[in-house]
């Protein structure tokens, strides 16, 4: 399967903990973003990248997010600390520039802080 | 928020029967998408319809757009057990190549 990877499916950590998440794009494709899936908020954007440059870092996540790309077909997402409110699911997604008329996501990384 | 004020909402029905969801969004776009997300997975597109399109079909399927009143809604004919996802409409600002979410409709179709 050539989709978007994510790793790991599931992570717990404890308060004040890094964790970093992992993406894998689909081949080829030059936009990747991040989400974070809540049930209140729903998706929300965390960080675009188009061909490896940041373009949007999803405003209210600044501090303690950070999202990087160091190669096209790669992304990790680090948070730092951790909180309790920061469990949800995040979720990687990619597209062709372009065309993004049509994101591939991955099945997400479900994260519990506690 | 590019969508209007929306909570996640829930549908019950049973199996073989017509459902539609609908959603409004506040600023002009060219296109609507529509995603599907099952349990444990990641939203898949499963229908897009431009602004030029009153109506869209695919198998099952109907979308349709009203840049008029910014509202777009998803219809499913004689729907499966297998159906049951959560349907969010997303749609991108003009000249920023981000998708932006509803809150989802939550369905589930009962065998």
């Known amino acids: 399967d050539a989709g978007v990877t994510q790793t790991p499916r599931h992570e717990v950590a404890e308060k004040g903990q890094t964790i970093i998440l992992k993406c894998e794009p689909v081949?080829?494709?030059?936009?990747l973003f991040w989400y974070r899936q809540t049930k209140i908020q729903g998706l929300e954007l965390l960080s675009y990248?188009?061909?490896?440059?940041?373009?949007?870092d999803g405003g209210a996540f600044k501090d303690r997010f950070k999202a990087e790309m160091l190669n096209s077909s790669f992304s990790t997402l680090k948070i730092q600390p951790t909180e309790p409110k920061d469990s949800a699911v995040y979720l990687c997604?990619?597209?062709?520039?372009?065309?993004?008329?049509?994101?591939?996501f991955g099945h997400g990384t479900k994260l519990s802080v506690l | 928020s590019q969508w209007g004020e929306e909570n996640l909402q829930a549908l019950s029905i049973q199996e073989g029967e017509d459902v539609t969801m609908n959603c409004s969004y506040k600023t002009y776009t060219t296109v609507v998408q529509w995603y599907r997300q099952k349990s444990g997975k990641g939203p898949a597109l499963i229908i897009l319809?431009?602004?030029?399109?009153r109506e869209k079909r695919s198998g099952r399927l109907r979308a349709t757009l009203d840049t008029s009143s910014q509202s777009s809604s998803l219809s499913i004919t004689g729907t499966l057990a297998t159906d049951t996802a959560v349907y969010f409409c997303a749609t991108e600002w003009p000249n920023y190549n981000v998708l932006y979410f509803g809150s989802g409709t939550k369905l589930t179709v009962e065998p």
């Open positions: 990248f188009r061909s490896k440059s940041l373009m949007e």
């Open positions: 997604a990619s597209s062709f520039m372009d065309t993004n008329e049509r994101l591939f």
């Open positions: 081949s080829g494709h030059n936009d």
């Open positions: 319809i431009r602004s030029n399109e």
